[in-house]
């Protein structure tokens, strides 16, 4: 019985109140246009019936048809009425209000509050005994007619959302509406809007019903894909109205039976609104029983929704934004039945403000891009039907601004050294404001094939939170190289700033720190040593002035002024300015405010005895033990000798106590230090110089200890009776290290050079012999002999006689 009455009654007509010429119908025919809408006191504005929340006692419910100059509307139409609180039994549950002329307008009252109203069109004309007849027989009808108003309702949503997506492209709505029509058969999956859109249409028929995924629309021919938009209303509408639906694109036809597939052993027919239009199938009558058409809406009967904005919601003035709310599950769903939205200033007149609720994270998109709301406090407000209701919780408009000349915070710039994985950094400007910033992204300067990277960031009260003129980023510099790399900063409404910034080197590394600055210094200099010195553009410390003299990458010379007292023995920091660097790189405690400086005032040696080879002043003869006397100043028990040649970075520190027999120095002691060195640690010809090395009062300028030299040994030597030339004759040495001497003779003036080579004495190690061209006779009976070492003007006398 139930099926006979839905076969008779049920097809469902969703109505929208627009113009006469409404656009034409995906699936089916047009039956004709109609307005029907409430009033609830006089002078109120009609409101459509679909739109009412509420169907109260006393409503007026007014008919209007919407006639083309040459359309005569036959047969009657009726107004059924379902109570919002029905008693069991009682035969006034419902109420069939007098069925009116279809070609005229009419009006009726509501008798009491209602949950369902049913729009009943007979082409041929309505009984109101019969309406009240099928309906009382059979109770169950009532729930059946609020399940299929749902479906109606669903069915509007998803014609509504295609409609808006083929007209503006947003498709905010179209995956939700898709889901809530599937979700009637027990199925709903996610479609995914970045596929192609054959792909899109298919995966929206088996969203629809799982039964029809045994069917591939999809053609592999270009030709022959399913068009997007039309193809999805096409198909949500004829599956709607069961009928057999043709879904054409590229000239190619699809044909499936969605009434068998949808709607098994059914009779009836569905209809629908596409705008004012009125849908019905186009398939005969097989019972040819007289038609009647039934709309089915459930009224929501209830209050505004309950929906509070967050403590603090900002939006961008000018710039369409959506604002997360706080509203319970039922609420939700109402939403999006509020009418009328405004912003109510603290003072003045409200503002009409477009707003569309988003179902993706519950959110109110305010489009403020069409109303001039000038920045400020405001309250969002709306109407219930015909009665106002205001959102808890304040909003502010705020303007977007500029981010112009916003920067790196100098403490954090520095962090971007390249390839040093991820830094995080601070963006700031005083006169900026990032709370509306979405997006950062960062590439190299130049680089027009590079892909930019997105940079994570934060607020420190989180985005649209009020003005907030710094913001946190995270920049991974692992795969960067130093140079200019550029960020840009896109705001709500695709606004762009783009703020250069610098991937730097690692900076300078020195040695030789602490710099000592001691009391009455001027014009002093001190070499600093290290890698990448010569990026360095100046040094800045507290109670000193400090000025480069000359750079190179490994070593820095400083003059020294001091322009300040300061208490012996303490620390200032030591500010590097660096090229490329945002901001001087600050090296604690790196300078040493001393006392007077220490000082080597005199250094006297104690030359070794019998040596078969004069030794000048000033040499220090390599393989010899050579003892130094060190008159010094400002010495204390944990002073250090720093011993280098000249000119030299590398340096030897030998301290005070047990060590190499080699090198070794003696505590100091009545001013005076004992140092013991083995010169052939360091190159011939290298002069050696000591600086005195206090931790109190820094380091003392070089002192001169000697040039280091070093010395054939020669064994024996004896003159053969081998000519050589006009009054020579051959001589031959035998000892250690002989290609040391370039001449020979016997005096220190008149030098004979060595054109021999060294030769190795079999079996013997380093001995060696060398041949030598003396003159005869000598200038006395066993004459010494003499000997230049390469490089020198002046014979050596030696201990060698022949």
Known sequence: MRLKLLGLFLALILIHTAEAAGPACPAGMPLGALQLTVTRRQGSTPLPLNR???????????????????????????IVLIAASPTAGDQQDFSVLEPKNASKPAQWTVPWRSALALYVYGPSGLSARKLR?????????????????????????????????QLTGRNDGVSAALEGFAGQYGNSNKIDRSAPSDQQTLSALRTLNPALSAYDPISPSASHRVAQTTGLATTVAGMFLGSTVGLTAGGAAMALNLKTLMFPDTEFRSAYSNESNLCSTREPNPSRKRRAYLW??????????????????????????????????PDWKLVSRAREWTLQPANGKPVPVAVTPVNDGRALELNLSKTQIPPGNYTLAALWDWDPFTLRGPLTIAPLGTLAGARLSPDTANRLLEHSGKQIVNLEGPANDFQFVEKITIIRQGDKYATPTTVPFSLPRGPRNGPQDRLEMQVDTGSMSSGTWLLALTQSGGATQTIPVQIVKAPPAIENLPIAVNCGMNGDTVTLRGEGLDRITALEAEGVRLAIDDASPKSLTIRITANAKWSPGTRADLRLSIRDYAAPLLLPGAVLLAGARPQIREVEPSIPTGLPIALRKGELLAGVTTNLLLRVDGASPTSALAIRCRNSAESTTVRPGPGDDRLRVQPPSNGSMFLSLDAGRWPSGCVLTATLDTPENGRSKPVELGTVVRMPAIEAFRLTAEPAGDNMFTGVLTGRDLELIEKTGWDATNGQPVTE???????????????IRMPWPSPTPHAPLYLWLRGETEGRETTVRY
Do not use: C, W
């Not at 009412?52 to 009657?76: A, F, H, M, W």
């Not at 080579?757 to 041949?771: T, Y």
């Open 52 to 78: 009412v929340n509420r169907l109260e006692e006393g409503d007026r419910i007014s008919y209007t048809p919407v006639l083309k100059p040459s359309e005569k509307r036959t047969g009657e139409v009726a």
């Open 133 to 165: 007849g099928f309906i009382a027989r059979d109770q169950e009808l009532v729930a059946q007619l609020a399940d299929y108003a749902e479906k109606t309702a669903q069915t509007e949503s998803v014609l509504a959302a295609l409609a808006n997506y």
């Open 296 to 329: 089915a809406m459930r009224v929501p009967n209830a209050g505004p929704p309950a929906i509070a904005l967050p403590e603090v919601a900002h939006l961008p003035e000018g710039q369409p934004s959506a604002v997360r709310v706080k509203v319970a599950d």
């Open 757 to 771: 080579i060294p030769a190795a004495i079999v079996g013997q190690g380093n001995r060696q012999s060398l041949k």
